[in-house]
């Protein structure tokens, strides 16, 4: 059989453009920490999360009463319900509600692929689900990750390698040359996995900040079979 | 001692602004083929090259009497004196002239970064005497990644790879995540090279097009010693 389906990877959002194409579903990537986050919000109960790319909007929403999570190079905005960490979500406190959401770079992820045929949340926490679903879809991926400030980081790039794997053991996608270049690092993070990960430029601001436990968790696989997937300008959990 | 100076990779021209830095020289990297190509000129006696973004302009040149090297998709362009094949400058006839040359992603990359400290010219065939050099200027390095139309691809973050393994054997060098990624991503070429160029979609593309012999003449180490820089809209031999 011929494979038609694509699987590639875009290493930062500003490039997005160069790898838009028709009948893609992109899954955004941002595993220190919104996307994990947001895995755990809906985890924990959260009906919709609403993600924003500015700090403006967010606060507007906080005005009329929203519940918003926002923070931007690691750090908590003040004034917000919630930060970035995945720990922050894990409340009863967020059954049934709607969640404001704004970070750094996930929500800028968020914004560029908005009119993809479909954008779903993807996480170390949730990426069986994700493999699973996406096996049975019929259509191109794209794995945008969110990386930083436009650049790209080794978190998100691994976290696809080891997502592209997956895929590519159905044996229906062919691939781009970021996809496979994502797939060769994080093999080589499976023989070095330690090193790796202590070296991601964002995992040493996350530690010098005491935040290991996110960090830890972040990293984890399936904590949840829940794929958020945006629904208009909502976040909602996948029927 | 402290490390204080960066050594990072930059993976599409489009992401040249988020990399920028000050006191940083920039290695310009389109293994297959362009910057392989210049530094074949220049082993053969070509005096400069004039590289130039566009099309437009090169048959500008071409009209004043020029002689032009140009390409885009991998085919040389009708009425010009050059392709992107290294194996087209291997002639007695280019020595001591000017060549305007203008390539799908190369020269696009070389305009990226034309406000740099300094910009020089780098392929698997002058890496050896690129990493002497870059050792020993006590500055930033950037490795500027041509790529596919603002995509990455594999060949050129594999080279950045190698040479960020070359330059970091000093110990003088910290790394961003994207040196990290292509260092291990290199990595992982030595333990199954033949696979990973063989699977880049450039190779592919060139070897469709019976161009084998120059995939294999981009890949050799140290075919030169020379190192092209750019010197205002010039690229000329490192003295």
Redesign the interface.
Known sequence: MEKKLIVDVC??P??Y???EREDTIVVVIDVLRATSAMCTAFEYGVEKMIPVATLEEAMEYKKQGFLVGAERNGIAIEGCDFGNSPYSYMTDAIKGKTIVISTTNGTQAIEAARNAYKVVIGAFTNISALTHWLQQQNKNVLLLCSG???????ED?VFAGALAERLLKTNLFQ????A??SL??Y???QISQVK?FH????SKRLAAMGLKKDIKYCFSLDKTTIIPVLEGKYLVKMA
């Not at 930083?148 to 080794?154: E, T």
């Not at 691939?175 to 970021?178: H, K, L």
Request: no cysteine; glycine share 4%; aromatic share 12%.
């Open positions: 290493l930062s500003q490039l453009p160069a790898y930083w400030k436009n650049r790209m980081n080794l790039s691939t781009g040359d970021a496979l270049a060769f690092l093999q080589q993070t790796f070296s991601s430029s964002h």
